[in-house]
């Protein structure tokens, strides 16, 4: 007896390859004979198809003539279409004036029916290879539920996963030639992320190179497409429309492939891989529309680019969690608290949200989403130094990557639990958790001497060296805000309806009332854990100890909120906004300390009318160009250090000073750090000094100026 899949395989790599070229023929039809023969063509495939799911759901001699029925029925009604198509065509040729509209007027009802007749073929051709492979599901005799049931049973199989994945494939390459580059791009990584879907083969080991080799895949097209929105703000319309309706489709998707590997129900995984399917499929049929008419620069549209982050966040979120299961089911699988939705409206909201913040709050500090965030911020922050060019700046870009690795992966999770194995989760200790990287499981005993510990070391190292010590190296944040793309988010600063609000180095009576409640909430938790821990209180929240419930909330669920938010609070907003309590701590040692931005010459400042260090800076101190001009140098507990406004002065006439350089000028030795730029503003008598309009500019210069 032959194996039924050897017959089976040529027979879908055939029908790939005859659906791409009907795709591709579709795409260039101008008249009604080709549109209609097309629609003929594809009307054909279903009919046949059909025929094969209804002899495959009954199959008797009876069934075999209905079969053989509604293939005629669906044949008989593409003849129609042929004919009706030669109709139009003969009055148009007899209307030449009608004949030149011929194209747009019938695009949008065309390119309906190419889609649903493709995500037709793909769901028959599913469902018949599977049943001719011996494979048939129990459908539920409620219609809806038979439906989903007939979606999840059809896409969640080799034959059309695969199928489809090298349909996408085929198809993207041949209309590549009326696509951008980076729209060929896209299109063809979404055939490499459909052919890793894990529900294809129900095989362990290929669940587990698929999970991993699709979030391989996705990271890896989330970073092309961030790095393309850096260095190319304008994007066509219908690439930004499809942008989002991607990132929507991989959002759902995601979380469709957690609810499978977690509860093994397939249903949303396959209605995603179908909508994914009219996207795409509707894009390719009229590729050109893809990069006509620039939208304005997505800086100018929050709305847009709150949704791409937005998407991209739910997207990894799901694939954290997914990646948590697959790799450690121990931890993991059942690890999630799901309180029942059921009983009055308010229990079912309550559950609900709970439920929510609980998820969200146990992936975002799991090793494997930290890990999968790492990779991906990391490599845009790779981005940005390649274009740094002050040493400084590059250093500190290395020791913040490198203290992400350290302090958000390793220490947290490989190396307490290697070393540790019987020690609680350090997330789980009361007050301190893991801030800034200070595991406290071996002080949880004195957990009030942690607290003295890590604050006396925070506050030693920021008065000598500054609040960048934390916030732009230490803490995981600053990995996520100094990537290219989110750090040209800074611009939403200044548009952004709150980011607007928070800008200068000025104290406002909102950030007051914020700081207050953060650093209120911290003392008040850190009292209520301590009464609980020596058995004067039972008080917790949400089940934790409030202080875990404190760390969780601001770090593992706010953060991510207001990260997601940047395109209205504008970035690094834990920082402009004032609602970080280890941020706060810092801040008010800025003040005693070092640290402060200085100028070489105060003329210099005056004379500039570019502005571009005050437009560089991601907190958006835009009074210090005023502070140059006045006093030569500017302070602000607001400044984390992160050296932008360095690298963007054209003039190269911008350091930062700390205990080094204090130390420097008490023995005589020359303060500031040479010119890496010419300086090419020089006043002449009388005349105007030069107006560069960007760093780029100045940069140019060729002549290397030594202060
Ligand atoms: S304010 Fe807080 S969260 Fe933000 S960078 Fe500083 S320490 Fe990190
Ligand atoms: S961009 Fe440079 S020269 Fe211009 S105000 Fe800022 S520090 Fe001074």
Known sequence: MIDPNLVLAPLAAGMAVAVSFLVKWSSEARTPLRVGTAVFLLLMMVAMLAGAVVYYAFPSPAALVEAIWTASALMSLSVFVVFASFLREVRLRTTPEKAAGFFAGSGGGFLGTVVLLVLANELLMGWTFQAASGVLPVLSSAPLNASAQFVAFSVNSPWFLFTMAAEMLLTSWLVRDRLSRPAFVVLAAQSVIMVFSPPALGLATWSAVSVYASSVAMIALFVFLMEHLYRHPQLGEGFSRYLVELLAVYALMMAGLFLWIYYGDGTTFAVSVVLEMVVFFSAVVRPERLDERPAPSWQLRPHWAFAVLALIFVAEVFMGALLDVQID???????????????????????????????????????????????????????????????????????????????????????????????????????????????????????????????????ALVALFGRRVICSTFCTAPLMYQGTTIDAMKSFNRSGPVGKKYLSSRLSAVYAATTALVMGSLVVTSMLSYLDTIGAAKVFIEG????????????????????????????????????????????????????????????????????????????????????????????????????????????????????????????????????????????????????????????????????
Request: hydrophobic share 45%; proline share 7%.
């Open 329 to 459: 089911p121990a931890n993991y699988l059942g690890g999630f608290r799901v309180l029942p939705l059921s009983g009055p409206a308010g229990t079912v909201l309550g559950n609900a949200l709970s439920n929510g913040f609980w998820f969200l709050a146990t992936v975002t500090a799991s090793l494997w989403f930290l890990a999968m965030m790492g990779a991906e911020m990391g490599m845009l922050v790779v981005f940005k130094y390649r274009e740094t060019r002050h040493v400084e700046n590059r250093v500190r870009l290395v020791l913040m990557m490198g203290c992400y690795v350290a302090f958000a992966v390793f220490y947290p999770s490989i190396y307490f639990a290697t070393y540790f194995p019987k020690a609680p989760d350090p997330s789980r200790v009361p007050v301190l958790g893991w801030p800034m990287g200070v595991g406290s499981f071996p002080l949880a005993a004195g957990v009030f001497t942690a607290v003295l510990v890590t604050y006396l070391v925070t506050a």
């Open 544 to 707: 934790a100890d409030p202080t875990v419930f404190f760390f969780t909330f601001y770090f593992a669920v706010l953060w991510y909120v207001m990260f997601v938010t940047i395109p209205y609070a504008g970035t690094y907003n834990c920082v402009t906004m004032g609602w970080c309590y280890t941020g706060t701590v810092a801040q008010a040692f800025q003040k005693l300390g070092f640290f402060k931005l200085k100028v070489r010459s105060r003329e210099v400042c005056r004379d500039c009318s570019t502005l571009d260090c005050a437009k560089g800076c991601p907190i958006g101190l835009v009074d210090m160009p005023g502070h140059f001009r006045t006093k030569g140098e500017f302070r602000s507990s607001k400044c984390c250090g992160v050296g932008d406004c360095v690298e963007r002065c054209p003039y190269d006439n911008l350091y930062i000073a700390d205990v080094r350089h204090w130390f420097r000028e008490r023995l005589g030795l020359p303060v500031r750090p040479s010119r890496t730029l010419m300086l090419p503003m020089v006043r002449s008598a009388g005349g105007s000094p030069p107006t560069p309009t960007s760093a780029s500019t100045a940069s140019t210069a060729t002549t290397i100026a030594r202060s």
